[in-house]
């Protein structure tokens, strides 16, 4: 049911949790003190890279009207080359006409795309800046991506036509360069450069486990083990990767199965894999790469169990890498993505270890046998809490707005039937049914964005006091990360599948980059935490708060409002009273509290009917689920509404970002409107006017839809798809693209094997 | 928007629309007469090419406790056999303790699953045979099975870790092999077991649009055309293919920009790609096998257009496979699956065909230049809606049924956390959250099941009427096949996804096979006619009919039920009620008829307002989509009821189907409560006993959730998943087969070039 990747998801650990850090998010959207961003760009030394630069790409044209300005947004001048080198037979045919043309002549931008930036209602270049938390953090993040994606090692070029083996050889060789490239460039692991190289790389690179095992090491390590370790994986001496995770265990941990038995006579750990289940499996980095790692087993000395623990165990030579005695480990095979990363597995027999590999933080076995515990893990607890936030952006996010890019260009440059009888055919973004599949999944992606903002602020809080050792705020981090990763990570992996499928055929070719963003991100709603499972642990959060509400006692802020039941009716008279953030706001709240206390009740119910407690909250678990996506869905549009309400008015943005809201909201009303009816809260005439605002509300997002994608601010290179490019040309470079194919590239076997014994086994009558 | 793959969505057509007799669907499930598979077989005009056809579908295995007695469902052996060659180390360690073990023995079926299997409630054979349509059936459909699975040529034991390139050889080398197989086996395009070949194969195999060539030229040839073409492409001297979509153009027809100027003085068409989106693109086994095509062209002659048209055209030399000349064509390059399938592109500069090779049934150039129209092509067009109706048994159905063998057979096994404290980790089938995504899957799989059965019979109607040259049906028949077409690929596409992602980590493992049966039939959504487009024209025919049903004219009698609109509220009066089948249907009825007659009802306020009737329709979209998704929702839920009815009572049957009817009507009521929230129809306090009822038959189905996929009779060769086999010995075969992936089988040149430097880099502090 739940199973750790451990592979992206956990580096979004390393740098999530490197990253987490006030400075990281400071001047994020809500423009903070002025100071705090110089701070933040004295900080920066980032001098040694180019500021201003070419930029063949996505975004952010710029203020309307001067979009190809400083020359950044030039479509690639390598599509009009491949195309001049094709065959002459095509070559003569396609330019022989221009009849019917839409415009698509290599070497420009789509008229049908270019017109569409010549309307936006707001700055595309200040959105931006207001989604990167400042001008100076996008000039610092466009300088990473360029300094990136200017190196051909980092090419991602030939990506969907590479197979397992191949894309782990370049996985691996971007690590290494890596390495060489930040030190050129002077990028330091706590410089402002850092948190965006990830973003630029597009994810696929190796030893994302490497920084997992650091970081256990840092977190469960005693000083001496810290000072031993860290050095040596900083220098790359040796390889680490991270083995929790075991093939008949996921999230339960106390279930895990491999063992490690103190022998006092030789001072060692011995680890065993006792069972075919007990394997480890899935691990990143451990298929082929590492060298060393960090494997929880359940510790047993004198014969009495301590439950997990961690140790670390070398698997591979330093010398040869062949692996250690009593090691079995290799490759778990093919995944439905993230065939960059070596998920390996592992068994051991009779491994042992000395003493001091166990990680002896918080707890270590003595000499003598005695095993002593020792200190907090609460700060512990608190890390773990915060991985799941801190993947949200860029596993999360990242893929939805860049499906939003990819699917939403793509849409005002294809053209089908005709919408007007006698007028050309028509643009598939000006159909209401494509506008109703695109621009909810723009709206989520910009509710997201805040709502993560909101998040990291959170924790940046919940961190300064614990560091204070005052832990009150940790059930409610926990009911967050749980909640909202759930959340998110659900409704974004179903905004990049509308996405694909909104683009119809083309959208299903490996060439559009859909169908890899969408095999990704699907991931991410397994990784980390099964969803169901974690939806469930904010539910029992809601429901003790809930519980503690009704009884008078004080409940942690964010619920408070579950003390406040109202029953009342939501009072809106018209539709453009759903336009109002207190009105849906409110709407929100209503029926979060209901799912709640409705589902309390049934669990009282029954407890009281005399089934027994864990049967009852098992017999509860489907409203439960629903009780918390209720509450994370308030959360998420309250502090929607609140962010616009905070935004400049200048520049058109906040009142594009209320449209936004307003979407995101409705569509919530719209699609789950039985929630909302239930009690009848919303009334059916009322349901009715959230259905004429919200369909009206698509009218109006529809004409500023691309800019609010090029907002995103994506370069093709970071796109990777020949439906998404800044200039639109998409026939062009799917043609183009296609070219290279491995199928392609030469005559298949198949004919001289199969297809001409079959045409020529009777003498041919034609 | 909307794109044919003209991949296996085609074949379908072929398939399907070929095999679209009465014959096809005799004796499924309702158990229809001898007789009538008889005559429906002789009225078939057709006989040219393929007369029956595959048509596989549901499965099914032994009696209750006799499963395993014709030996075709012992786990294979082979798995010990590698688990005896598995190092002797990790052997050894995984052998020694049997402490805790879940009874993972190799060789033997896993305990958690025989247990499930024990106390089925009712005769899992008997009900494999109904699904069948008759125990004879179930036996010809085995033996084609066997046969088939047991020539290693058809193997598909390394397809999870081949490139593009080598499903394509693998796929070319079985459609070749076939033919040879059907000679040696004396199995006929008419005979018995023609049906079963392609489910047997599950899909990977070419020359599927070789088969729509056929069609196409038999539909559309004149008697003169088809004796010239058949025999050449049934004796393989050609291999043919279907050129319609265009880069930028699909669903619409009209809009196609191929154009085919006749030379009077030559007596010939020339043939020309004008520009890019004119390129013919996605057409199966063009891209690299096939030597004519099929290509739809504008036809000009003397200057005037008269629209789309049929050439054929040959594209590869039938001495040495180059291409002709003036003719570009190659492969589109990688895709979410069918990468056995050479999807091409075509262009063409001036390419000349003689007059003879328009296919001329319905209209021809005189050689004078003369356009001549003849005969009525509405038979060609009910053709056509019948694809869409076939491709819904192997493409749709059978994924789904495979989905859910895996998730719930692997959900029996796995285990996951405590549900009661002290006990041992529970199944993950025994959490109501697990059996609340899993079971709705299941239900809906029988009742598409039925749906399927009851369009087979309504078509086959429709073509008898149609032969008697009555046309009155097809519009009712068209909006059938589009709506059903749309809401089954739908429903069955979230439902593979709910199975994979219900899998958790493994399911994401290809090894699992879920992300294949995904990536597949995800394709079904757009091909074939992209969903949202099908049920727009579903909803134009729904508003007539109510506009012709208001104003009392008849209507076809599946609509007749608009005609009867009456306001009332649901009588249920406690959660019982709900279980029965006419309180349920009622509610359907009467939420589709709500929707129905309320976008009516705007669609005609908006064109008083003065709107103009495209901008009207326009903006009523989504709700006429969501009207269309009604009606066929209600037509299935009614279909299902009345089929249980009919069912017999004997060997319990009866029972559990009824138990899935309602699971599967309920779930639709719970997961979209809005609709009938909406006038007050169904009432809160009415909706809380649907979710009571609904929740207390996920425990009732759940003790027959295995025997109940079991009945669908899919071998482990065919299931090709390491979770879902029918031993349920997930973890060692995720083991044995990770071993055979290409990144286990050598050491990756990462090391020396990349690992090795980066790890020798300093000299070892190790």
Not at 129 to 139: K, M, N, R, S, Y
Not at 293 to 303: I, N, R, S
Not at 402 to 410: E, F, H, L, P, S
Request: aromatic fraction near 10%; charged fraction near 20%; hydrophobic fraction near 35%.
């Amino acid at each position: 049911m739940a199973f750790f990747l451990n592979a992206e998801a956990a580096v979004l650990s390393a740098l999530g949790a490197v990253g987490f850090t006030p400075s990281r998010h400071s001047g994020r959207c809500r423009q903070r003190s002025g100071p705090t961003r110089h701070r933040a760009h004295a900080e920066t030394p980032a001098g040694r890279v180019e500021l201003r630069w070419p930029w063949g790409q996505g975004p952010c044209s710029g203020d309307t009207g001067s979009v190809a300005q400083a020359g950044r947004q030039q479509p690639d001048s390598s599509l009009k080359d491949a195309w001049d080198k094709s065959s002459s037979a095509s070559r003569m045919a396609l330019l022989e006409t221009g009849k019917h043309s839409h415009g698509l002549v290599p070497g420009s931008v789509n008229p049908d795309l270019a017109s569409e930036r010549q309307t936006a209602s707001f700055s595309v270049e200040k959105l931006t800046a207001q989604l990167d938390g400042g001008v100076e953090q996008t000039w610092i993040r466009r300088a990473v991506v360029e300094a990136i994606e200017s190196d051909p090692v980092f090419s991602r070029e030939n990506q969907y036509f590479q197979s397992q083996n191949e894309r782990y050889e370049a996985a691996v060789r971007k690590a290494v360069h890596l390495q060489k490239k930040m030190h050129e460039m002077g990028w330091t692991e706590n410089g402002p450069e850092f948190k965006y190289i990830y973003r630029a790389l597009s994810g696929d690179v190796a030893f994302l486990l490497h920084r997992i095992f650091m970081r256990s090491i840092s977190v469960l390590g005693s000083d001496k083990q810290i000072a031993k370790w860290i050095p040596l994986a900083t220098q790359y001496q040796l390889i680490g990767s991270y083995a929790q995770t075991e093939l008949g265990h996921g999230t339960y941990l106390q279930g895990l199965e491999t063992t490690a038995v103190f022998d006092i006579t030789t001072q060692e750990f011995i680890l065993n894999t006792p069972k075919i289940s007990a394997m480890k499996w899935w691990p990143g980095d451990m298929g082929r790469s590492a060298t060393h790692t960090v494997v929880f087993a359940q510790l047993y000395v004198q014969g009495k169990c301590y439950g997990v623990h961690p140790f670390i165990v070398q698997i591979r030579s330093l010398r040869d890498h062949s692996l250690c005695p009593g090691i079995t480990a290799g490759d778990i095979g093919p995944k439905m993505n993230f065939e960059h990363i070596d998920n390996g597995y592992l068994m051991m027999q009779n491994v042992r270890v000395p003493r001091e590999n166990m990680l002896n933080k918080f707890c270590e076995v003595q000499p003598d046998g005695t095993y002593v515990r020792r200190g907090s893990q609460k700060i512990n607890y608190f890390t773990m809490t915060t991985v799941r936030i801190s993947l949200i952006s860029d596993e999360v996010l990242t893929p939805l707005m860049k499906a939003c890019t990819i699917a939403i260009r793509y849409s005002a440059v294809r053209r089908q039937s005709k919408l007007k009888p006698g007028e050309e055919e028509a643009k598939i973004l000006d159909y209401q049914t494509q506008q109703e599949k695109l621009l909810p999944q723009l709206a989520a992606a910009y509710a997201f964005h805040f709502i993560n903002d909101y998040l990291q602020e959170l924790f940046d809080r919940g961190y300064r006091e614990i560091q204070r050792k005052n832990f009150d705020t940790l059930p409610e981090l926990h009911a967050f990360s749980s909640g909202f990763k759930a959340m998110v990570t659900q409704h974004c992996t179903s905004g990049v599948e509308i996405c694909l499928r909104a683009c119809g055929g083309h959208g299903y070719s490996l060439l559009s980059g859909l169908p890899s963003l969408y095999t990704k991100i699907l991931a991410s709603c397994i990784y980390e935490g099964e969803n169901t499972i974690l939806l469930l642990q904010t539910a029992r959060f809601l429901i003790k708060c809930f519980m503690a509400a009704s009884a008078g006692q004080p409940v942690p802020p964010s619920v408070t409002y579950l003390a406040a039941v109202k029953p009342g009716k939501c009072p809106a008279k018209n539709k453009l009273d759903f336009l109002r953030p207190d009105i849906y706001t409110e709407a929100y709240q209503h029926m979060a509290v209901r799912l709640i206390s409705s589902t309390a009740a049934k669990l009282q119910d029954l407890i009281q009917s005399g089934v027994k407690k864990h049967d009852a909250w098992n017999q509860c678990t489907v409203q439960l689920a629903q009780a918390a996506k209720a509450h994370c869905h308030y959360i998420t549009v309250k502090n929607f509404a609140e962010t616009v309400e905070k935004l400049e008015t200048k520049a058109g943005i906040q009142k594009i970002m209320k449209h936004l809201c307003d979407l995101f909201a409705l569509h919530g009303i719209f699609s789950n409107s039985g929630v909302f009816l239930h009690d009848g809260y919303i009334s059916g005439a009322q349901m009715d006017m959230v259905t004429a605002s919200y369909l009206d509300l698509l009218a109006v997002i529809r004409k500023d839809a691309v800019p609010l994608v090029d907002a995103f601010d994506f370069t093709d290179k970071s796109l990777n798809s020949a439906l998404g490019s800044y200039d639109g040309q998409v026939y062009h470079r799917l043609y183009e693209w296609a070219q290279k194919s491995p199928t392609n590239k030469q005559m298949s076997p198949a004919y001289e094997k199969y297809l001409k014994p079959l045409l020529h086994n009777t003498p041919s009558k034609l």
